[in-house]
């Protein structure tokens, strides 16, 4: 119900333009004929009020210089030769011209490409014809006033249609780049999602398997210090399991059966190797890598330790690709049994490209993981030691209590 109206609004206002510029142009030439502003005697013995007949000729043209462009220019041509052998009106040349540079930006794009160049073989025959026939070097102003008719509005169109149509395909591909980095964006949230779900899977299984052991131990020896301590394990494993499901409950996605043996959950204790690796990758003795490790001797949840390390992991990758020569600092700090806090920078230069292509997903699958654990992230320049440097920090809840 609601669709039409717009288009017809839209309709209606160009009608009415283009009935304007009709109505302005034969008012202005009915009000110079009246004054006696015209052109010389008629030609060939041709009637005057013949001027006045091609003056509303044009005018009527101009009501299709927008619909039918090509028909409007071929009445108006014809109309502007009439003129020019009864009079002359300079209301219904200026009208041709508006013709001319409609003709050229609304046609087809084949009449915008020939319409120019029709126009500059038409001055040229009109110039040569006045000379060959006057003999004088005024007969060079016909060619010029024809430039003025035809070859100045026709250009004007293609500039003008030339900008619009650059205008339309710059927001056509605006609009198919938004479209595709939405989707990269839910297809890297899906992903990392699906990957979350089946590494906490895999941390789950393991405690429920000690649990399993150390029950089957308890029930079996017969002694109590070996039976206790054996219960305290089992405590143990049972509260991380738990914290785990609960994480994994909000992540859990379909089991693929087909997917193939799940790889080992990686650590905090292997960003050396990361870090090797990152140095390796860049290739350039400009850079430099840093480990700063202040996370003291309590040992971290899994899903944490998992997550910090696919933030320095994803972290490093982007300062491989898009950080400028200089520094590059990995810290893990944490007081007490307060969160642990993940912070990586990396020089941050004045127009420094990537070094390799990359769809930005990554950021995306960090803000997951952290916003999943319950914890906060940002990434963005921030300033350092009087320079600004690209800052990704991560806080992340480390007691499980307080785990989401």
Same mark, same amino acid.
Request: neutral net charge; hydrophobic residues 45%.
């Given at each position: 119900?609601?669709?039409?109206?717009?288009?017809?609004?839209?309709?209606?206002?160009?009608?009415?333009?283009?009935?304007?510029?009709?109505?302005?142009?034969?008012?202005?030439?009915?009000?110079?004929?009246?004054?006696?502003?015209?052109?010389?005697?008629?030609?060939?013995?041709?009637?005057?009020?013949?001027?006045?007949?091609?003056?509303?000729?044009?005018?009527?043209?101009?009501?299709?210089?927008?619909?039918?462009?090509?028909?409007?220019?071929?009445?108006?041509?014809?109309?502007?030769?009439?003129?020019?052998?009864? *009079?002359?009106?300079?209301?219904?040349?200026?009208?041709?011209?508006?013709?001319?540079?409609?003709?050229?930006?609304?046609?087809?794009?084949?009449?915008?490409?020939?319409?120019?160049?029709?126009?500059?073989?038409?001055?040229?025959?009109?110039?040569?014809?006045?000379?060959?026939?006057?003999?004088?070097?005024?007969?060079?102003?016909?060619?010029?006033?024809? =430039?003025?008719?035809?070859?100045?509005?026709?250009?004007?169109?293609?500039?003008?249609?030339?900008?619009?149509? =650059?205008?339309?395909?710059?927001?056509?591909?605006?609009?198919?780049?938004?479209?595709?980095?939405?989707?990269?964006?839910?297809?890297?949230?899906?992903? /990392?999602?699906?990957?979350? =779900?089946?590494?906490?899977?895999?941390?789950?299984?393991?405690?429920?398997?000690?649990?399993?052991?150390?029950?089957?131990?308890?029930?079996?020896? *017969? /002694? /109590?210090?070996?039976?206790?301590?054996?219960?305290?394990?089992?405590?143990?494993?049972?509260?991380?399991?738990?914290?785990?499901?609960?994480?994994?409950? /909000?992540?859990?996605?379909?089991?693929?059966?087909?997917?193939?043996?799940?790889?080992?959950?990686?650590?905090?204790?292997?960003?050396?190797?990361?870090?090797?690796?990152?140095?390796?990758?860049?290739?350039?003795?400009?850079?430099?890598?840093?480990?700063?490790?202040?996370?003291?001797?309590?040992?971290?949840?899994?899903?944490?330790?998992?997550?910090?390390?696919?933030?320095?992991?994803?972290?490093?990758?982007?300062?491989?690709?898009?950080?400028?020569?200089?520094?590059?600092?990995?810290?893990?700090?944490?007081?007490?049994?307060?969160?642990?806090?993940?912070?990586?920078?990396?020089?941050?230069?004045?127009?420094?490209?990537?070094?390799?292509?990359?769809?930005?997903?990554?950021?995306?699958?960090?803000?997951?993981?952290?916003?999943?654990?319950?914890?906060?992230?940002?990434?963005?320049?921030?300033?350092?030691?009087?320079?600004?440097?690209?800052?990704?920090?991560?806080?992340?809840?480390?007691?499980?209590?307080?785990?989401?």
């Amino acid at each position: 119900m609601h669709g039409p109206i717009p288009q017809l609004s839209l309709v209606r206002r160009l009608g009415r333009d283009e009935a304007l510029i009709a109505a302005g142009g034969l008012l202005c030439g009915l009000v110079l004929w009246s004054l006696g502003l015209h052109g010389g005697p008629p030609l060939f013995g041709l009637p005057a009020w013949l001027t006045l007949g091609s003056l509303t000729v044009m005018a009527g043209a101009e009501l299709l210089r927008r619909r039918a462009p090509l028909t409007a220019l071929a009445i108006g041509t014809g109309a502007l030769a009439v003129d020019l052998s009864t *009079g002359t009106l300079i209301a219904t040349i200026v009208m041709y011209t508006d013709l001319v540079y409609a003709g050229v930006l609304y046609g087809r794009p084949a009449a915008a490409r020939r319409i120019p160049r029709a126009c500059e073989i038409a001055t040229l025959v009109a110039t040569l014809l006045a000379l060959a026939l006057m003999r004088r070097p005024e007969g060079l102003m016909i060619g010029f006033v024809m =430039a003025a008719i035809t070859i100045a509005p026709a250009w004007t169109g293609v500039s003008v249609r030339t900008h619009r149509d =650059a205008a339309e395909s710059a927001r056509l591909a605006a609009e198919r780049t938004a479209l595709l980095a939405e989707l990269d964006r839910r297809e890297a949230v899906g992903a /990392e999602r699906a990957r979350m =779900a089946r590494e906490l899977h895999d941390m789950v299984a393991g405690h429920l398997s000690a649990i399993a052991i150390h029950s089957t131990a308890a029930l079996s020896i *017969g /002694e /109590e210090a070996a039976s206790r301590e054996a219960l305290g394990v089992i405590r143990e494993n049972s509260v991380q399991g738990l914290a785990e499901m609960r994480r994994l409950i /909000e992540v859990l996605r379909r089991a693929d059966e087909n997917s193939g043996e799940p790889a080992a959950t990686p650590t905090l204790d292997g960003l050396d190797a990361l870090l090797t690796h990152a140095r390796a990758a860049v290739r350039d003795s400009r850079f430099s890598f840093a480990l700063r490790d202040e996370r003291g001797p309590d040992p971290l949840p899994a899903p944490v330790e998992l997550a910090a390390y696919r933030i320095v992991q994803e972290s490093l990758t982007n300062a491989v690709k898009h950080a400028a020569p200089g520094e590059v600092t990995v810290a893990l700090r944490r007081a007490g049994p307060g969160p642990l806090t993940v912070r990586v920078t990396s020089a941050l230069g004045e127009g420094v490209g990537p070094r390799a292509p990359g769809a930005g997903a990554g950021l995306v699958g960090m803000r997951e993981r952290v916003a999943l654990l319950g914890g906060r992230l940002t990434a963005g320049p921030a300033p350092e030691g009087g320079t600004k440097v690209w800052e990704v920090r991560a806080h992340l809840p480390v007691d499980s209590e307080e785990l989401p």
